[in-house]
């Protein structure tokens, strides 16, 4: 089960600029739990304190957003993509202006 | 004896297969010249000598009926054969031409107030089908707010000023600096220092005169928001606060204005269509903004210079698309682009029912 996680780049400081991490896992949250016990940092930026994830923080699974599929509870087959995409403001348009 | 390639009608015959259920593909085969003089409603305009290869993109089903017309019945004919010879089974040549029509008594379509130098500077869109005269005339009587004359309003705001979108209302509060100038190709080097939306005013006056700038040297809030959006058509969102994108959705939301939203972070961008009533809004996408101390904090992040290029002139194309209604927008549908890479990827992005700007609660989710 090799599933490959696409990190903004607003979060590549905590996966060591790694733009897609390979884990593995049968559902979102063994794939996230996965992600983030390989880098720790991101852990916090993706889960509130309770494990559910944050609110600005979106994740897709094969393009869908979770929200509508099963949360953290969506299936993840092999050779999936899941992208993670957090709000942006200041910073993609800081460099904008 | 042989099939007939095509059929011949008369005006009269051919007005009521205009009115049919099902019309035929009315295509105008004269010249430029002739075409601007006046034509038939609802035709589209493929002068006969590039026919054959401006044919697919007008019709590219062979078996479609298709109604050809020129001035006088002979080179419609001789189109039809052209057409019959690559493969098209279903055509008419209207015998008499638009003169034909004209004598019969039956309305001919005027060209539009376009001026001669309007046709010369638009001729690549009054060539298109899905433009033409109509569609420049469309964009010509638009009004886009720009938010923001920085990486994403500059290459935005020339494309959209060359493509004569007549009335652009630019926001922006902060002046040209040296530092814009590797990639906010609408200001210039002796600019430096100028209030960016003068500037821009400048470059887009002197880029199409048809165009009106409407300059405010000012930030978005949700005081002058409304006010900002008065009369306007679509929205280039170049913000760079969620203070002023969230204010700027809510309301768009409330009016009914589509915003074309988009955000670059060094080599990497993303944009998609917000349309009230047909798909999600930004508050569907990002329901609250992180708190101060979760954003990243980006303000010193690099970005290569072509990256809001790229971005920015996407987000003119899909403004030209809605304001033109062709196309297939990206309404719903979030697209991610990796410079480095060389990769889109497509994400699906819904409405929310219970989205507290646009859901089933509000005033505006019902439409939807
Ligand atoms: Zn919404």
Redesign the pocket.
């Known amino acids: 089960m090799s599933i490959s996680v696409r990190i903004p780049p607003v979060l590549r400081t905590q996966t060591g600029g790694a733009k897609l991490v390979s884990v593995d896992g049968a559902s979102l949250s063994a794939v996230l739990t996965a992600l983030t016990a390989a880098h720790p940092d991101l852990r916090e930026q993706i889960f509130e304190a309770d494990g559910t994830l944050r609110r600005w923080v979106n994740v897709y699974v094969d393009g869908a957003d979770v929200r509508h599929l099963a949360g953290l509870e969506t299936p993840t087959q092999d050779g999936i993509e899941v992208v993670i995409l957090p709000a942006m403001a200041g910073g993609a348009l800081g460099s904008a202006r | 004896m042989t099939t007939k390639l095509f059929t011949e009608v008369d005006a009269k015959a051919a007005q009521q297969l205009l009115e049919s259920p099902t019309p035929p593909l009315l295509i105008d085969v004269r010249e430029q010249n002739e075409w601007d003089a006046g034509y038939l409603h609802g035709a589209t305009h493929a002068p006969k000598g590039m026919i054959s290869f401006t044919i697919p993109n007008i019709a590219p089903e062979k078996s479609a009926p298709i109604l050809l017309y020129c001035a006088g019945g002979v080179r419609s004919a001789a189109a039809a054969e052209t057409l019959a010879g690559l493969g098209y089974t279903n055509l008419t040549s209207m015998a008499g031409g638009i003169n034909g029509w004209s004598a019969a008594g039956l309305p001919v379509v005027e060209t539009t107030t376009l001026t001669p130098e309007q046709k010369s500077r638009y001729s690549r869109h009054l060539l298109l089908p899905g433009v033409g005269a109509d569609g420049q005339t469309k964009l010509l009587n638009s009004r886009v707010l720009m938010v923001g004359a920085g990486g994403l309003g500059a290459p935005a705001a020339l494309y959209l000023a060359a493509a004569g979108v007549g009335k652009l209302r630019i926001i922006d509060f902060d002046s040209v600096e040296a530092s814009n100038l590797q990639r906010q190709v609408i200001h210039t080097t002796d600019r430096v220092g100028m209030l960016k939306v003068e500037s821009a005013a400048v470059q887009i006056r002197a880029l199409n005169p048809d165009v009106e700038v409407e300059p405010i040297n000012d930030m978005l809030t949700t005081e002058n928001v409304a006010s900002l959006l008065n009369g306007v058509d679509l929205v280039i969102d170049g913000t760079d606060t969620f203070e002023a994108r969230y204010a700027l959705n809510d309301a768009a939301?409330k009016l009914g204005i589509p915003v074309v939203h988009a955000g670059v972070f060094r080599f990497e961008g993303q944009l998609t269509v917000l349309a009230p009533g047909r798909g999600?809004?930004y508050?569907?996408l990002h329901p609250t903004p992180p708190p101060a101390e979760m954003a990243p904090s980006c303000g010193v992040a690099g970005v290569l210079g072509v990256l809001p290029g790229v971005i920015g002139v996407l987000q003119a194309t899909e403004a030209l698309k809605m304001l033109l209604r062709i196309g297939e927008p990206l309404i719903g549908r979030l697209l991610l682009w990796d410079a480095l890479e060389g990769t889109f990827t497509e994400l699906t992005v819904k409405?929310?029912p219970h989205?507290v700007?646009?859901?089933d609660g509000t005033a505006k989710g019902g439409a939807a």
């Open positions: 939301v999600p809004c508050r569907c409405r929310d989205c700007a646009c859901g």
